[in-house]
């Protein structure tokens, strides 16, 4: 099946904001609502009852070990640079090194397995969605409190909502077709009122969501802007279908844009940023360089484009993320 320039390219904008998100960036909680959530629904367009999962958790998990073994490598190299071999060797074994980005890979797939088996056990859809509402608004309500979270389970319990319901968007019909290929379809005029009306939700019911932090603010203002945000960066690309070819290649490696990105931002800084900073200025702060939004967006963009050539080469010659 050919793929989808618009989905791809809404990963590609997705992905963009992940990485902008980890930067010191003044605005990131005007997308920090809908990014993660994005994926979530992406991904569960593309889940179906009777294929085998093995396609979709293995690459995931492949991905979340191979970087957590060159993040493991990169704060071992650290450690040697900074003397604290022990500690950077604590920090390998710990499994502190998931706290990044990578978190997100091995929560998807636990998301996947999930849903299969729920899939399997509930079969009407009613219920099952009706399953998926309760378990998102009882991790919700627990949010932070929770003191025991092995392999990120309560961010893939919370973010499996999301995907169910990208299942039912992309494969349930309604009035003729699935909902996103009734917005896939809308006219430029209906679009545009449609995404202004998504823009404004983001507005109103702009939410203090972290879904790594499990903080979710108001289940609700976080489904509304959840969804708004994720049918805005849809719409938009399915508007914009014939010039966002770039953004599609962007988003079909973002797995590895994903895995690569936050090692990084800090050494682009720390070795490149901020050295630069002190030979224009000599009276300039390490503070005063990371507060910098120019700056901020300007190593975004660098670094989305350093991992997406890696993502390349990497698929291309790394047997292991061939097919």
Same mark, same amino acid.
């Given at each position: 099946?050919?793929?989808?320039?618009?989905?791809?390219?809404?990963?590609?904008?997705?992905?963009?904001?992940?990485?902008?998100?980890?930067?010191?960036? $003044?605005?990131?909680?005007?997308?920090?609502?809908?990014?993660?959530?994005?994926?979530?629904?992406?991904?569960?367009?593309?889940?179906?009852?009777?294929? #085998?999962?093995?396609?979709?958790?293995?690459?995931?998990l492949v991905a979340?070990?191979?970087?957590?073994?060159?993040?493991?490598?990169?704060?071992? *190299?650290?450690?040697?640079?900074?003397?604290?071999?022990? +500690?950077?060797?604590? *920090?390998?074994?710990? @499994?502190?090194?998931?706290?990044?980005?990578?978190?997100?890979?091995?929560?998807?797939?636990?998301?996947?397995?999930?849903?299969?088996?729920?899939?399997?056990?509930?079969?009407?859809?009613?219920?099952?969605?009706?399953?998926?509402?309760?378990?998102?608004?009882?991790?919700?309500?627990?949010?932070?409190?929770?003191?025991?979270?092995?392999?990120?389970?309560?961010?893939? &319990?919370?973010?499996?909502?999301?995907?169910?319901? +990208?299942?039912?968007?992309?494969?349930?019909?309604?009035?003729?077709?699935?909902?996103?290929?009734?917005?896939?379809?809308?006219?430029?005029?209906?679009?545009?009122?449609?995404?202004?009306?998504?823009?404004?939700?983001?507005?109103?019911?702009?939410?203090?969501?972290? *879904?790594?932090?499990?903080?979710?603010?108001?289940?609700?203002?976080?489904?509304?802007? +959840?969804?708004?945000?994720?049918?805005?960066?849809? &719409?938009?690309?399915?508007? &914009?279908?014939?010039?966002?070819?770039?953004?599609?290649?962007?988003?079909?490696?973002?797995?590895?844009?994903?895995?690569?990105?936050k090692l990084l931002?800090?050494?682009?800084?720390?070795?490149?940023?901020?050295?630069?900073?002190?030979?224009?200025?000599?009276?300039?702060? +390490?503070? $005063?360089?990371?507060?910098?939004?120019?700056?901020?967006? @300007? #190593?975004?963009?660098?670094?989305?484009?350093?991992?997406y050539y890696w993502?390349?080469?990497?698929?291309?010659?790394?047997?292991?993320?061939?097919?």
């Amino acid at each position: 099946m050919a793929r989808d320039v618009a989905i791809d390219a809404a990963k590609g904008i997705g992905i963009f904001l992940v990485v902008l998100g980890h930067h010191p960036f $003044a605005f990131r909680d005007c997308f920090y609502s809908f990014h993660i959530p994005l994926f979530f629904v992406i991904s569960g367009f593309f889940f179906r009852e009777e294929k #085998s999962l093995v396609g979709r958790v293995k690459p995931l998990l492949v991905a979340f070990l191979f970087y957590y073994v060159l993040s493991a490598l990169k704060a071992l *190299v650290v450690g040697v640079l900074q003397d604290d071999v022990v +500690g950077a060797v604590r *920090v390998c074994l710990s @499994g502190e090194l998931a706290d990044g980005p990578i978190w997100f890979l091995l929560a998807l797939a636990e998301v996947c397995l999930f849903v299969k088996v729920l899939f399997w056990l509930v079969r009407n859809d009613a219920l099952r969605l009706l399953m998926s509402v309760v378990i998102f608004a009882v991790v919700c309500r627990l949010g932070a409190s929770v003191s025991f979270n092995p392999l990120f389970f309560f961010q893939a &319990m919370a973010m499996q909502f999301f995907y169910v319901c +990208g299942y039912f968007m992309y494969n349930k019909t309604f009035r003729g077709g699935g909902i996103y290929h009734i917005i896939s379809n809308l006219k430029e005029p209906y679009a545009a009122v449609a995404m202004f009306l998504f823009l404004l939700s983001l507005v109103v019911f702009r939410s203090d969501v972290d *879904v790594f932090l499990l903080r979710f603010g108001n289940p609700l203002d976080l489904v509304v802007s +959840g969804f708004a945000g994720t049918l805005l960066v849809l &719409m938009f690309c399915n508007v &914009m279908r014939k010039k966002v070819g770039w953004l599609a290649s962007v988003g079909k490696y973002s797995l590895h844009i994903m895995g690569l990105h936050k090692l990084l931002i800090s050494p682009l800084y720390s070795y490149a940023f901020i050295p630069m900073a002190g030979l224009l200025d000599s009276g300039v702060s +390490g503070e $005063a360089v990371f507060g910098n939004q120019a700056l901020a967006l @300007g #190593s975004a963009l660098l670094v989305t484009a350093v991992s997406y050539y890696w993502g390349v080469f990497i698929t291309r010659h790394c047997r292991l993320f061939r097919g």
